[in-house]
Structures are given as C-alpha cells and as structure tokens.
C-alpha cells in the first residue's frame, strides 16, 4: 500500500522498434553498392554495421571534375523507414531509398557541389 509521496518503482522496458527486424534490415542494407552519378563522377557505399536506426558507411567517390578519388566514413548513418542517410558533413549528405532489392536511388545534396541522383547497385558475391 502507498500512502502520500510514495511510488513504487516500476520496470523499465526495453524501448520497442516497432516492427524492425535487425535481420531484414541487415538483408536490405548491408553490403557494397555502386553505381554512377548524373554529374559523372562513380561512387560506392559498403554498409555495415546495421541497426535499428542508424549503419555504418563508408562512401567513397571517383575521379570527376577537380576531385579525386576520396572516402569518408558516416559511424552513425540515418536509417529511417526505406531511407539511409550518409552524413557527409554540415550540410552535406547522400541519402538512398530501395527501388528493388538490388537497386537503390542515390540523391546527393551538397553546399557547392549542388545536387546529383544516381543509380546504385548492389555488388554483393
């Protein structure tokens, strides 16, 4: 019985991931994809890592323009319903949503390179 101030303390949960499963989620992303991007320039992504919410990314990028080939690694890329988001710094980001199970769209916002789409590929055995 409580009486006044009291309060019993209750159980806390595991926080729930409504209807996630880690396994098809790991199905869906994990894995190298590659494609090209409408300003020309080849890019890759390796996804690993998968949880519930977020990935590991390593997205690495091919000679176009001035650039030359480069990689950055996103520890805590965004996985929300059907779209990953690779953090590529302030501003900056490629985010790709499943077309297929082995073709995602690529959409690339950056502060001077402007924007680009892609096709991507999975690349997997």
Known sequence: ???GCQSAEQPTAAP???NLDIATLKQQWEGKWSG???NGCSGSIVVSDVG???AVVLYEWGICDKSE?????DHDATIAGDQLTVHL???IHAAYSHIDENTLRGDYSGRQDGTAGAGIFRRDG
């Open 36 to 38: 090209t991007w409408s």
């Open 69 to 73: 080939w480069g990689s950055y690694v």
């Open 1 to 3: 019985i409580l009486t």
């Open 16 to 18: 729930a991931v409504a």
């Open 89 to 91: 710094g302030r501003n």
């Open 52 to 54: 519930p919410e977020s």
